[in-house]
């Protein structure tokens, strides 16, 4: 079993739609949670970053943790096409050591 | 925010041939630097972590004969692919955390990738 699995998708929704990304995950261990945007070819940026269970709000972004399902969501809501991107979840525990998932293909359509 | 920049951002090589990856933190000092290997699709796999002047630590399955990393400065951290086949095409991407040790995944600065082609 992987320690981190994200569905990839692809997910294609219109303009001002509600996204909702997920991943879960196996080790108990992880403490932190971060969701990464990635443009093609390019590295990936850092959206959020949670360490608790419970939601985190960032303009249209909202991130949610629940430890006891091991389960972690990004929301994005009123989506544009310039959201259209892969966004990976990652997380790790205090060592550090970052496990991504495979990232999921997001595309808004105007 | 911290930059973090990688050079080439792409190469593309004859099979056998051995390709260096340049990683340099352009505004603080990376303690600690990581290399990812990403396929198409795929999410990024850690390959190694290297700290400055020491030996890189590599991930199981990762063959250090084959992926040298060298740390020899605070702000810089190459990767050399030695006799580099088709099969090591893939994005390259390296991350730097001015931590010794990272409290959490937030402190680490990723570089843009470096798309390496094998013919």
């Known amino acids: 079993q992987k320690e981190v699995e994200q569905d990839p998708g692809p997910l294609s929704v219109p303009e001002g739609a509600i996204v909702s990304l997920n991943c879960t995950y196996s080790?108990?261990?992880?403490?932190?949670f971060m969701w990464y945007r990635q443009y093609s070819r390019k590295g990936p940026e850092l959206l959020m970053y949670t360490y608790s269970s419970g939601n985190k709000e960032d303009g249209r972004f909202t991130a949610q943790v629940d430890k006891s399902s091991k389960y972690i969501s990004l929301f994005i809501r009123d989506s544009q096409p310039s959201d259209s991107a892969t966004y990976l979840c990652?997380?790790?525990?205090?060592?550090?050591?970052?496990?991504f998932g495979r990232g999921t293909q997001l595309t808004v359509w105007p | 925010g911290a930059v973090v920049s990688q050079h080439p951002s792409w190469v593309i090589c004859k099979s056998g041939t051995s390709v260096k990856i340049e990683c340099r933190s352009l505004d603080f000092q990376a303690t600690t630097m990581f290399w990812y290997r990403q396929f198409p699709k795929q999410s990024l796999m850690l390959m190694a972590t290297s700290n400055e002047g020491s030996k890189a630590t590599y991930e199981q399955g990762v063959e250090k004969d084959k992926f040298l990393i060298n740390h020899a400065s605070l702000t810089l951290s190459t990767l050399t692919v030695t006799s580099a086949h088709p099969e090591d095409s893939s994005f390259y991407i390296c991350s730097a955390t001015f931590l010794a040790g990272l409290a959490g995944g937030d402190e680490q600065y990723f570089g843009p990738g470096t798309r390496l082609t094998v013919t």
């Open positions: 990652a997380m790790c525990s205090t060592l550090g050591r970052l496990y």
């Open positions: 080790n108990s261990a992880f403490q932190y």
